[in-house]
């Protein structure tokens, strides 16, 4: 009780200095909160797993609004977006971002991800997740260009006009190096944690041969390769520079990714972070062919590669700032311009100690984190209800709660994270669960209601804070 008492006094307190005048909004009426999940006859797919997480971690929460968030956030992805089926005797599962009914790579790998530990708990939802594994290496095979699909694989999409290669069951085509790496990381991440291999089948080692023929394509070290988007749009962030093949770049690796993890087009087409985690993922990837396939010609295949592309992020990806110092940019194009932001989407320069690039102590990533935290990076909003990053997909005077949620995951430091998780409960508007964007003076004017990918990383958020500092659980945000 004394060391509660003094952790409360010396970290809790000195949170709330952090937010001098900070607004209260959020919660429900009269001090109650009512459950927002659905009934659990309407839920898409039920967890014994999972549930009992919920009731496990909510009564280490002391907060009571933050304990409902939890309960809320955490299980929206199967109560609200998965369609599991089976073939031939095989798990397939579909998974919808929320309120676009098309399944991202990069989503649908996150939306799951928190649930990878329950895995071996619970035979219903490892099955789930060797279908999510199994309905992505379909997608890649589809089309590996293609950041987004349907279940459908006759539907035409509301973007078949986009000029580019349109194919039926994809709903839209853009390019983003990090979708290709979020396959690779969900059944990395899965075979780990359950040392369960089936799911790498001849399908799936051919679907991994598309990904690194893709990778290589997008170095272009020979020609300007297959892919290319155009769209006529108002917003210029959903259309390319260059006919559609970006701006020139100098040869020099790395690999061209026409679009960021937000999906808005990049400026300067080497994408820092996503490299990064091309590198992560590659070394991955040659681990499982390594190790569960006993392929060790594939292995050094993708450890190679991997090393190849680290090296060059070495000698062109760290650059100085006129105030921040040595950090990473997040974009560049090998002639010697960058682009010095952060977006709140993953990966970004905030989540490379997540995604594994480096660790958080990193003095390069530190300074790099200085910078994306601070009003030197252009995407770093602060008002009233709150301060972080936003980006270009929502514009200006919004912070996305995603961003929140990293900048909390990839701290150190509990006073930190404490803000991080005040800022998340006085800004869901009412609703308990968590936004893409809201106004930091307005958390009323929010986009996306329901936001799987969210909600479900802020569970995630949640149950590291109950392994790893259950003491910020206990004590009661401002």
């Known amino acids: 009780m004394t060391d509660r008492r003094k952790f409360i006094k010396t970290v809790g307190i000195a949170s709330a200095g952090l937010l001098p005048g900070f607004p209260a909004l959020g919660g429900s009426a009269g001090g109650s909160y009512p459950s927002k999940r659905p009934e659990p006859g309407k839920r898409r797919f039920m967890s014994s797993a999972v549930e009992e997480t919920i009731v496990e971690v909510k009564k280490a929460i002391a907060d009571e609004e933050l304990a409902w968030m939890f309960e809320n956030c955490f299980p929206n992805t199967l109560d609200t977006t998965v369609t599991h089926t089976e073939k031939n005797g095989n798990p397939f599962t579909y998974v919808i971002t929320g309120d676009i009914d098309a399944m991202w790579l990069r989503d649908s790998s996150a939306q799951v ?98 990904i690194l023929q893709t990778f290589r394509e997008q170095q272009r070290m020979k020609n300007d390769g297959p892919y290319h988007f155009q769209r006529l749009a108002l917003n210029p962030t959903d259309s390319q520079f260059g006919s559609g093949y970006g701006n020139p770049t100098k040869k020099i690796g790395l690999i061209h990714s026409m679009f960021r993890p937000s999906d808005d087009s990049t400026i300067f087409p080497f994408l820092i972070s996503s490299n990064m985690f091309a590198v992560v993922s590659l070394r991955q990837l ?146 308990g669960f968590i936004h893409e964007s809201y106004n930091v003076d307005n958390p009323q004017d929010f986009s996306r209601s329901w936001f799987a990918w969210a909600n479900t990383i802020f569970g995630e958020l949640i149950l590291k804070l109950y392994h790893e500092k259950p003491e910020i659980l206990k004590i009661q945000l401002g």
């Open 286 to 431: 040659g681990e499982i062919y390594g190790t569960a396939l006993s392929n060790k010609e594939m292995e050094k295949v993708c450890t190679d590669f991997a090393n190849e592309i680290d090296l060059v992020l070495k000698n062109y990806a760290v650059l100085q700032h006129p105030t921040a110092g040595k950090i990473y940019p997040i974009e560049i194009d090998g002639f010697g311009n960058a682009l010095f932001m952060d977006d709140a989407n993953v990966p970004n320069l905030l989540s490379l100690p997540y995604v594994g690039y480096c660790h958080s102590t990193d003095p390069i990533y530190m300074n790099t984190r200085k910078f994306s935290l601070s009003h030197a990076n252009p995407w770093f909003n602060e008002g009233k209800f709150g301060k972080g990053i936003g980006g270009p997909h929502v514009g200006g005077k919004k912070i996305w709660p995603l961003g929140l949620v990293i900048q909390a995951i990839t701290s150190t430091d509990n006073k930190e994270i404490i803000n991080c998780l005040t800022i998340l409960k006085k800004t869901h508007a009412g609703t």
């Open 113 to 210: 991800w928190p649930y990878i530990p329950l895995a071996n708990k619970d035979e219903k939802l490892k099955k789930l997740l060797k279908g999510v594994i199994a309905k992505q290496t379909e997608f890649v095979l589809l089309d590996p260009y293609a950041n987004a699909y349907y279940n459908d694989p006759a539907r035409i999409s509301e973007w078949k006009d986009d000029v580019t290669t349109m194919k039926p069951g994809v709903h839209e085509h853009k390019w983003e190096v990090d979708s290709l790496c979020y396959v690779i990381r969900l059944a990395y991440g899965y075979w780990k944690n359950t040392r369960d291999s089936s799911s790498f089948d001849h399908t799936w080692q051919e679907a991994m041969k598309l």
